[in-house]
């Protein structure tokens, strides 16, 4: 596969990183491109011409623009036939926990890591962030027993279903939050970590650290 891809995105955004996980498991040839996420440039009426969401990330190959992270890994799955199966029921399965995650876990772990490192302190609602965290840890701990006795989350291989849940469980050290009810999502995280060219979200993505 030739041609470059392109991948709008920074180093905090873990959504961006499930994509640039992928890109740099697969070998495939990519450039990030920075977002000022902080200072507003996903607002900007520029980047709405490249997302009219105002999100990160997207990625760009040819002329095709693609957002949205369970979007983005589901085209490169199809596209590269990487981190997928062939077996129908596994897709399946691979599809149910793909939305698992953008529903349950990663819009509460995300917006709790955000209001607790990101938001100024005068602005933090804690009973809020108690709320979010506390549903991020149930959706773990639904996680944490299906990896019983299993080494990555749908089947024997590593898919992009473990890349989605992945995007922000590499971040949790920032914060006050426990991960030790979790002994099997550890387990799980260590050996996505040991995977060939995996890098943390800071090392493969810019704007770390942030500069205001």
């Given at each position: 596969?030739t041609?470059?891809?392109k991948?709008?995105?920074?180093a905090?955004s ?5 994509a640039a996980?992928f ?9 990030p491109?920075?977002v000022d996420f ?14 009219v969401?105002?999100e ?11 957002s949205?992270?369970g ?10 036939e ?22 349950k876990?990663?819009?509460?772990l995300?917006t709790?890591?955000?209001m ?10 804690q ?9 991020a ?13 299993r080494e ?6 590593v898919?992009i279903?473990?890349?989605?849940i992945?995007?922000y469980i ?8 426990d ?9 799980w995280?260590n ?9 943390h ?12």
């Amino acid at each position: 596969m030739t041609e470059q891809f392109k991948l709008y995105c920074f180093a905090q955004s873990g959504n961006a990183y499930k994509a640039a996980l992928f890109l740099s498991l697969a070998e495939l040839d990519w450039d990030p491109v920075f977002v000022d996420f902080f200072n507003g440039e996903t607002r900007s009426e520029e980047f709405k011409k490249i997302n009219v969401m105002g999100e990160v990330p997207v990625l760009v190959d040819q002329d095709k623009n693609i957002s949205q992270s369970g979007a983005i890994l589901h085209y490169l799955s199809l596209k590269t036939e990487l981190f997928t199966t062939n077996n129908s029921d596994l897709k399946l399965e691979i599809s149910r926990w793909l939305l698992w995650d953008n529903y349950k876990l990663t819009p509460n772990l995300a917006t709790g890591r955000f209001m607790s490192l990101f938001l100024p302190e005068a602005k933090r609602n804690q009973s809020v962030i108690d709320f979010l965290l506390g549903r991020a840890s149930a959706s773990l701990k639904i996680l944490n027993n299906h990896l019983v006795d299993r080494e990555f989350v749908v089947g024997d291989n590593v898919s992009i279903a473990d890349l989605s849940i992945a995007g922000y469980i590499f971040f949790t050290e920032e914060f006050d939050f426990d991960m030790s009810p979790f002994p099997n999502v550890i387990s799980w995280r260590n050996r996505i970590s040991k995977l060939r060219n995996w890098q943390h979200p800071y090392d493969l993505m810019p704007g770390h650290p942030i500069k205001r």
